[in-house]
C-alpha cells in the first residue's frame, strides 16, 4: 500500500502533468488532425484557456485539501475531479468520432485527470457522516457517478466545434453544370499543403472539363484564420487571377508570418489583383453554407481533396501530399464520373 505521501507526490506530478499541458495547447506546437482539437471552443473559450483556468483551481483546491484533510475542500476537490473526468470522457469522444484524429496533449491531460481521480479514491474520497459502511460507500459511489455525469454533460452542452471558412456557391471552377465536385482543402502554413500545391494546379485544367472544384481554408493554425478573408475575396474575384493572388497568399505565408493587409495588397498588385477584403457577415455565410459540407465528407486534415457525384454519391477521398497527384485527382474524378 503506497504512503500518503508518496500518493500526495504523484498527485502533484499529475497536477503538474495537466497544467503544463493545457499551457502547451496555446502555443500551436501541435500539427495535422491533433490541432482541430485546439481550436474547439467551450462555453465560448478556447479549450486551453478553460483548461488552464480548471487547473489552476484544481492545484489549489488540493492544496487546501491537504490541510484540511476531511473537510468541505477535500469534497469540493474529488467532486471536481470526477467532474473532470466525465468531461474528458466527452473530449475524447470528440477525438474519435467528430476530429478523427487524436491530440497527444490532450490524451495526456486526460490520463493525468484519471490518475488523479484515481489517487483520490485511494487516500479514501471524502469523508461522510454515515454510520453504516455499506450505506456510505453508496453514498460516496452516487456522488461521484453524478459528478461525472454532470462533468460529461456540461462538456456536452459547452463544447463547439470551430468554424470552418469555406467558399460560398458562386466560388466555384470549372464546369459549373456537372455533378462531378472537387473539393480542394489546405492550411496556409501546412507544409504538406505547399508540397502538394503544384500537382493540384497541375491538374485544374482538365478536371475543370468535366467536374466543378472549389478550395476550402482548413485552418490547423491559428495564423490561417488570418488569411480567410484575403482568400475569400480572390475566390470571389476575378477567376482567371485566382491561381496568382493563391501564389501571392502562398509565398506570403511561406516567410513564416502574418501578413498585414498592405503587405497583401502589395502582393496583390504585383499580379494585376485588386484587394477585396469581405465584410463579417459575408464570412459567415460562407462559413455556414460549407461547414456542414466538410464534415459530411470527412476531411479532417490538409491536404485533401475530395472528389463527389452528386448525383450518384459516388466518392474518393485523397489525403497527404503523397497521395495527391495529378494522376490520382485525375482518376478520381474519372472514377465517380468524369470523364
Avoid at 495535422?32 to 479549450?47: D, E, K, S, T, V
Wanted: a positive charge; charged letters at 15%.
Amino acid at each position: 500500500m503506497l504512503q500518503p505521501k508518496t500518493l500526495n507526490i504523484i498527485s502533484w506530478i499529475a497536477l503538474g502533468v495537466a497544467f503544463s499541458g493545457a499551457i502547451l495547447s496555446t502555443l500551436d506546437i501541435c500539427t495535422g488532425g491533433c490541432n482541430i482539437a485546439h481550436q474547439y471552443r467551450i462555453f465560448g473559450l478556447p479549450f486551453a484557456i478553460f483548461g488552464i483556468a480548471f487547473m489552476t483551481s484544481l492545484i489549489i483546491m488540493h492544496w487546501l485539501s491537504l490541510r484540511e484533510k476531511t473537510g468541505p475542500i477535500n469534497a469540493l476537490y474529488t467532486m471536481a475531479l470526477f467532474s473532470a473526468v466525465g468531461a474528458e470522457m466527452k473530449f475524447i469522444h470528440v477525438q474519435k468520432y467528430e476530429i478523427g484524429a487524436w491530440c497527444p496533449i490532450c490524451i495526456c491531460i486526460a490520463i493525468a485527470v484519471c490518475v488523479l481521480a484515481t489517487l483520490q479514491l485511494v487516500k479514501g474520497g471524502f469523508h461522510m457522516r454515515i454510520k453504516s459502511t455499506l450505506l456510505r460507500n453508496f453514498a460516496k459511489t452516487s456522488a461521484l457517478t453524478l459528478a461525472a455525469v454532470i462533468g460529461f454533460a456540461v462538456s456536452v452542452i459547452g463544447i463547439q466545434a470551430p468554424v470552418m471558412a469555406a467558399p460560398a456557391p458562386d466560388a466555384w471552377f470549372g464546369k459549373k453544370s456537372s455533378p462531378v465536385t472537387v473539393y480542394i482543402a489546405s492550411d496556409w502554413y501546412c507544409s504538406h499543403c505547399r508540397i502538394a500545391e503544384p500537382q493540384i494546379e497541375s491538374a485544374l485544367q482538365e478536371l475543370g472539363k468535366t467536374a466543378k472544384y472549389t478550395f476550402i481554408d482548413y485552418p490547423l493554425t491559428r495564423a490561417s484564420f488570418s488569411i480567410m478573408p484575403y482568400h475569400i475575396g480572390l475566390l470571389e474575384g476575378d477567376k482567371k487571377r485566382y491561381l496568382a493572388g493563391r501564389q501571392a497568399l502562398l509565398a506570403l505565408t511561406a516567410r513564416g508570418g502574418i501578413p498585414n493587409t498592405e503587405q497583401v495588397k502589395i502582393a496583390f498588385a504585383k499580379k494585376g489583383i485588386i484587394l477585396r477584403t469581405p465584410e463579417m457577415p459575408e464570412q459567415i455565410r460562407y462559413a455556414q453554407e460549407f461547414g456542414s459540407t466538410i464534415k459530411e465528407h470527412g476531411i479532417r486534415l490538409t491536404p485533401t481533396v475530395v472528389v463527389v457525384n452528386k448525383k450518384t454519391g459516388k466518392k474518393q477521398i485523397i489525403e497527404g501530399s503523397q497521395d495527391i497527384t495529378r494522376t490520382n485527382i485525375l482518376a478520381a474524378v474519372k472514377a465517380v464520373g468524369g470523364r
